[in-house]
């Protein structure tokens, strides 16, 4: 009797913890409070039901990937606050050309390099305007051009016309009792059936093609950066949220991991199907909007007018940012160093820096210690060289030392704070389902997909996660079903991130709707976009990028990681009494 209530009170137990997530993923899902909020429900939640203190709840609210998270936007505040990310891709762009097919590399490029540390939705709002500017130049000079060739032909036909007459005239008074336009043996009387009508009919027909090619041009342009911005946010840990929830969600599952997932590691496995999503999704978005003449797109020869005068839009873009300061030199050196701290931490091949300095284990520094160590220098380096003039304030007293490169203004302005609370009730969700044994309970209910081929799994649930993503935010979807993906890998002895890490990158494969991320709204206002027009090209977008995941997993990755095996750590969890 007693074992058989207390199996009861466990069971209450895992349904309590079902509840709140049920009630967090509707709220989520829904909106009806803001996203941060509902994020905090399980610090009222899971006290009251009797699932965690409220202690052990808080803390799982700061924890290391917070750290992270935050050191990594204040490293990408500090870039846009002094206009280094525009500075890049005005130098990228004018590097690559403005050719159509050229262009649009160029502007998916650097949209993914830039998105790989700063925001997407950052990116896709600094690149589109610059796209937009490009494009409307190169259909004003075009339209001009247009008008000059009918203007060169309205010249010739009146003075065709007056050949005409004058020929007309001649033969008339020669013969009057034969009229030229009875007289079909005269040749020159088909000259008389010339239609002016004909003429402002081939006018208009022009002014719809070029107005036709370039609202074609516009949308590609615009769905290329939004795009790219997505895609490139899945090379780097630090990219977008989804990526360092997967990272928390495995030290808070499996706290004896062996750092297998760090900022060298996850480049390393997602970089290259990156840049094979880049690639292949500019193929796709080459076809739809620039067809198949890759000659044609890419032009040859010498640079039309059209191409100078938008080569010569961005030149005054880019002279507008005047001589480079040195702020950004300094915020370019230390955002460089950081990068190099990150990857040389624990490279995994060899011992990394942290291991050789402190002679312990390389938890002892993680890649949030590095973030916050870098980014605090932003608040002590000045952001003018010593021993120069530094202004003068409102008042007209002079000012006696410059600013630092970042100041708590700046960051309280930009720092989305909503986002560390997203990250918190993620991790204290997790903290929940394994305190609650709710994980272990949906793990057993899913191991018939043992008897499932592992690559057949992953393909599944990426198809499950990118599709959820459609509908809701990326950070609330990895949030709620990391944890239960976990489980079932544990019980049905299948590594882990043969599951968490193509779903987690198949999170940030919204393509398909404007309201599924801030890029895809952005660039529909942008570009004049229909929602059928966002759901063609990301539908297949969504398909290619889903498979280069699966590919990634299943050759590198399974390399990089060991997925054939099942790790030891994989077998211990993390539960709070």
């Not at 229909?530 to 990755?557: E, H, P, Q, R, S």
Request: glycine fraction near 6%; hydrophobic fraction near 50%.
């Amino acid at each position: 009797i007693d074992c058989d209530v207390i199996f009861m009170c466990l069971c209450l137990q895992e349904a309590r913890c079902g509840y709140a997530i049920i009630l967090m993923a509707l709220y989520w899902c829904t909106e009806c409070m803001p996203l941060a909020v509902t994020a905090l429900l399980p610090v009222i939640l899971f006290p009251m039901m009797g699932i965690m203190k409220g202690g052990d709840v808080s803390i799982e609210y700061l924890k290391d990937s917070n750290m992270l998270f935050i050191g990594g936007l204040l490293v990408a505040i500090a870039v846009e606050h002094w206009n280094l990310h525009k500075r890049i891709a005005l130098r990228v762009l004018l590097l690559v050309g403005v050719r159509p097919s050229l262009l649009m590399i160029g502007f998916m490029s650097v949209s993914a390099f830039l998105s790989m540390w700063i925001s997407n939705t950052a990116t896709t709002a600094m690149m589109l305007p610059i796209a937009h500017a490009v494009l409307q130049q190169l259909k004003d000079t075009e339209t001009q051009a247009n008008e000059r060739d009918l203007q060169i032909q309205d010249a010739d036909n009146h003075a065709f016309e007056l050949e005409v007459q004058t020929k007309l005239e001649t033969i008339h008074e020669r013969d009057t009792q034969d009229p030229v336009c009875k007289n079909p043996s005269n040749n020159i009387s088909v000259l008389l059936c010339f239609d002016p009508d004909v003429h402002d009919t081939q006018r208009e027909f022009r002014e719809k093609s070029i107005e036709a090619k370039y609202d074609l041009l516009t949308k590609g342009m615009s769905l290329s950066v939004c795009y790219s911005a997505s895609i490139g946010g899945t090379a780097t840990l630090t990219g977008t949220t989804p990526n360092l929830i997967l990272k928390g969600q495995m030290d808070e599952i499996f706290p004896n991991n062996t750092d297998v997932i760090n900022f060298a590691s996850w480049f390393g496995f997602c970089f290259p199907s990156m840049v094979l999503m880049l690639v292949l999704a500019w193929f796709w978005l080459h076809f739809m909007f620039l067809g198949f003449n890759l000659k044609k797109s890419f032009g040859c020869g010498e640079k039309s007018e059209s191409d100078r005068a938008a080569y010569t839009v961005m030149k005054v873009e880019y002279k507008k940012l005047g001589r480079i300061k040195f702020a950004e030199v300094a915020v370019l050196v230390l955002f460089i160093l950081l990068v190099l701290l990150w990857f040389t931490r624990e490279p995994g091949f060899m011992p990394g820096w942290a291991t050789v300095l402190f002679n312990k284990d390389a938890a002892f520094v993680t890649d949030g210690t590095v973030a916050i160590l870098m980014s605090s220098l932003f608040f002590v380096i000045p952001s003018q060289l010593p021993f120069s003039n530094y202004g003068y304030t409102n008042e007209g007293k002079r000012i006696k030392a410059p600013p630092a490169l970042l100041t708590w203004n700046v960051v309280h302005e930009r720092m989305p704070w909503n986002i560390v609370l997203l990250l918190g009730g993620g991790f204290a969700l997790a903290a929940g389902s394994e305190a609650s044994n709710l994980s272990k309970w949906l793990g057993e209910n899913l191991s018939p997909l043992q008897n499932i081929p592992p690559f057949a799994i992953s393909l599944v649930l990426s198809l499950l996660i990118a599709t959820f993503t459609e509908c809701s935010s990326n950070t609330a979807t990895t949030t709620l079903f990391l944890p239960i993906l976990a489980s079932m890998a544990q019980n049905i002895k299948l590594h882990p991130l043969y599951v968490m890490l193509p779903c987690t990158i198949a999170a940030s494969l919204a393509f398909m709707l404007p309201v599924a991320t801030p890029p895809n709204a952005i660039a529909f206002s942008f570009g004049n976009l229909k929602v059928l027009d966002m759901v063609k090209a990301g539908f297949m977008l969504n398909i290619i990028g889903i498979l280069c995941i699966n590919l990634a997993i299943n050759t590198w990755g399974r390399a990089m990681f060991n997925l054939d095996t099942f790790p030891d750590w994989a077998n211990t969890t993390n539960s709070k009494p």
